[in-house]
């Protein structure tokens, strides 16, 4: 089974490509993604990275943008100055700039100053490191969890990606959805296995589950189950469905007769 974070990563990308934005201290981030997963900035990254080695993932390259030359940071803050006096009286028009003080005119990019928000260092368009950003897009196929968060956002169910879960073992355990609502809440794993969910991927969860102290948890096999199983585990409600459509569903009517989400 993929970790967590490349589960989603991927899922989300099943529905279209995702911007990188920079990040002064990672290199870039993925804004969609960082309000919708609970993950640090750097877990982020590491994943995209990996996804992009592995060759799942690609990342579009559209625009370079200029980093600090001493330390890398990769959003400094720019301005216009003249590049003779200093001053920041221009007048600009059509991609150049005349100084309204000591009269040097050119392009705007010689104008261009930088000042790096995290170690300091000032810096022109040409002495400026470039970092290329753009979007990252899928390609391959992958195993798409939207239809259940499209569902659950629909039913107006608070929800989160990736909830994390220190368990009395002391291990974080990862659970690829987190609904609360006004009755209660309930951690949810989706396992999808071509040819039926097998008993270990099961068991798997049940012993992350128990470890984490959850006392209500769902766990969503699809296409089904590999062999039956008797689902009376007590801390744990264990449910197939032929696809992710229909998990959606099964997952919604699940938490309604619970009575989490009232909708
Ligand atoms: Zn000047
Ligand atoms: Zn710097």
């Known amino acids: 089974m993929p970790s967590c974070l490349k589960k989603h990563v991927l899922s989300m990308l099943s529905r279209g490509d995702l911007e990188l934005a920079p990040h002064s201290i990672y290199g870039f981030r993925v804004p969609k993604l960082q309000e919708a997963i609970e993950a640090k900035d750097f877990e982020i990254r590491d994943t995209v990275n990996e996804l992009i080695n592995d060759g799942q993932v ?17 959003d400094p803050i720019a301005r216009l100055n003249c590049p003779k006096c200093g001053s920041a009286n221009l007048d600009i028009s059509n991609g150049s700039f005349k100084c309204k003080d000591c009269g ?13 928000k995290t170690c300091g260092k000032q810096f022109t368009l040409g002495e400026s490191h470039q970092m290329a950003l753009g979007r990252i897009r899928l390609k391959t196929r992958a195993f798409s969890l939207e239809p259940i968060a499209e569902s659950l956002l629909k039913a107006g169910a608070l929800y989160y990606r990736c909830a994390r879960l220190t368990g ?14 006004r009755g209660g809440d309930v951690y949810i794993d989706i396992a999808y296995e071509e040819g039926g969910v097998k008993l270990g991927t099961l068991f798997e969860f049940l012993t992350k589950a128990f470890d984490a ?11 089904g189950l590999a062999i039956k199983v008797d689902p009376g585990v007590k801390w744990a409600s264990v449910l197939e469905a032929g696809s992710v459509e229909e998990a959606a569903s099964v997952i919604l009517n699940e938490i309604k007769a619970t009575g989490i989400i009232t909708k």
């Open 58 to 74: 690609e990342l579009v390259k559209e625009y370079m943008t200029p980093t600090c030359p001493a330390c890398g940071s990769p």
């Open 104 to 116: 040097t005119a050119g392009s705007l990019n010689d104008a261009l100053m930088f000042s790096c």
């Open 213 to 223: 102290g959850i006392s209500y948890s769902l766990f969503i096999a699809i296409p």
């Open 168 to 181: 009395k073992s002391g291990y974080t355990h990862s659970f690829d959805f987190y609904v609360r609502g």
